[in-house]
């Protein structure tokens, strides 16, 4: 790879331990209106039993619903529904087919995502085809009546320390995990965003989508910093030569 890919940079402002290395228990950083400042480049948590690969893939990557006792509270259609992806080994994936995947797969998807915020912004690039999602914090309503999206459309606000991200306007089909989980266009997400060291964010997830749940769930989602480096292209259909004969 080549230099100008900025594999390697130290990140500009970040605290530093005696022996140089970034100070990742270091209390979060505050932005100038005084809430905390969310931005940086952040990875998912790998919490497998056995993370044996460099993949940084985690529980909730494959199922969200993993750490949710009983598991996710499907209807009877999206129980099946699941089933039979899961048979058909994610033929019908979006992201097998290298299209967007929906911001709930974009925390847990092992690739890096930054954070850059903003007065009445916060901006997520995506590393994974170069895509990106707006969470507007400057006090709008959430559309009525919107074109269904894949990411939805978010409005936040703060409560205290914590950015409390509403979501809908979903397009229908979009999958929740690797195992195939639904997300149907009446679905509202909220996230509760809360950088708890300068290291470590966690996103309190809860999932309100009574097409395909009898009720509402929530799990979290834990992230860490990714320091001293940048993002990198990562194009899903770049030298791709599966997908022309995935779906025969």
């Known amino acids: 790879m080549l230099c100008a890919q900025w594999l390697t940079y130290p990140s500009p402002g970040a605290p530093r331990t005696a022996s ?29 039993p056995c993370p044996c ?24 259609w999206a129980a099946e529904l699941v089933r039979k992806r899961t048979a058909d080994l994610r033929r019908d994936d979006p992201q097998a087919l290298c299209l967007p995947t929906g911001l709930v797969r974009m925390h847990t998807t092992p690739l890096y995502r930054k ?3 903003a007065p009445g912004l916060l901006m997520i690039l995506n590393e994974r085809n170069a895509e990106y999602r707006q969470i507007f914090t400057d ?9 269904p999206a894949w990411n939805g459309y978010s409005s936040a606000r703060w409560e205290g320390d914590v950015l409390v991200v509403t979501t809908s306007g979903f397009r ?3 999958w929740l995990d690797a195992a195939g989980s639904p997300l149907t266009d009446a679905a509202t997400i909220v996230e509760r965003f809360r950088r708890v060291a300068f290291g ?11 097409k395909a749940y009898t009720a ?22 770049e030298n791709e030569k599966d997908v022309a004969r995935y779906r025969k």
């Open 200 to 210: 470590r964010l966690d996103i309190q997830l809860t999932v309100d989508d009574p």
């Open 53 to 76: 690969d460099d993949m940084h893939i985690g529980q909730e990557f494959l199922n969200i619903g993993w750490g949710i006792r009983g598991g996710l509270p499907y209807q009877p």
């Open 20 to 48: 140089g290395a970034v100070d990742l228990d270091a209390p979060p950083p505050r932005a100038a209106d005084g809430h905390p400042d969310l931005s940086g480049i952040w990875k998912a948590e790998d919490n497998r």
């Open 139 to 147: 006090g709008r309503p959430l559309p009525v009546d919107p074109q």
């Open 216 to 237: 509402s769930w929530t799990t979290t989602l834990r992230q860490f910093l990714a320091a001293d480096t940048e993002l990198l292209d990562y194009y899903c259909l």
């Open 115 to 117: 954070m850059l915020q």
């Open 172 to 174: 229908d089909g979009l």
